[in-house]
């Protein structure tokens, strides 16, 4: 068992995207120094990861973990090392399934993603941070051959804890119902994976179905429903709006989800729950 905690509630808060843009990372140190947050996982190859770094270092008590990119962003290493893994300007293909496809079935392109997920690790070993976990952007460590190279190379690089991205939600529809056989089978061989590897996880995950709409209303009814054992809430916050938004992320509510994070109700229902604020590193 990955936390061995079951009879208590414990709560992991989390930003993702840490370090995509100056707006982002306001909204984590906030989030974190005035607000509920107590974790957040950093895109090392992103323009505003310098500025991340220092605002992580300057708050100690601020879980980073690793985001990995391997679709919908930017590589480490430059196209002429991976040239059939990203374009001509270094960014990874936008289309999930595709990219899954050629990941899973092209052995040069798995050798060159082994090359970018390893530089990723290096890059964020570089930044002398504490490696509190490591996830992916867009949940593609679900993806078998994402997931074995974050798992083997991580190995080198202190890798101790994975977030496993299976939410609970109830089934109001056939396509829920087809969704949950589907995603069930799939996410239970991931942690198994990820149990076998001796790595630290969570329980459960609220985010997924709500991205970018994880308001101080969705966060409110999350926590008045939080089961026992490790729970890991992420969301997507932001001071502003900034140039360059992904286009699949435009209607994201950014500022909200900020200002849900550091909502004094939303402080007062996790006191009043019972549960404990922690980050992965505090997973036994």
Known sequence: MGTGERRLKRLIVTADDFGLSVPVNEAVENAHTQGVLTTTCLMVGEDAVEDAVRRAKENAKLAVGLHVVVVCGKSVLPHDEIPDLVDGQGNFDTNLVRAGFRYFFLPKVRRQLALEIEAQYRAFQKTGLY??????????????????????????????????????????????????????????????????????????????????????????????????????????????????????????????????????????????????????????
């Open 131 to 284: 490696l509190d976990h490591v996830n992916a952007h867009n949940h593609m460590h679900v993806h078998p051959t994402v997931l074995g190279l974050i798992l083997q190379v991580g190995r080198a690089y202190g890798l101790s804890a994975v977030r496993i991205p299976a939410e609970t939600f109830t089934i109001r529809s056939i396509a829920n119902l087809i969704e949950k056989l589907f995603l069930a089978p799939w996410l239970a061989l991931v942690k198994a994976r990820v149990r076998r590897a001796g790595l630290r996880y969570n329980d459960q995950i609220f985010g997924i179905r709500d991205s970018g709409r994880m308001t101080r209303d969705r966060l409110l009814s999350i926590i008045g429903q939080l089961p026992d054992g490790v729970t890991e809430v992420f969301s997507h916050p932001a001071t502003r709006r900034w140039e360059g938004i992904d286009p699949a992320a435009m209607d994201y509510g950014f500022e909200e989800e900020y200002e849900a994070l550091l909502d004094t109700d939303v402080r007062n229902a996790i006191a009043e729950s019972g549960s404990e604020l922690i980050s992965f590193r505090d997973i036994s």
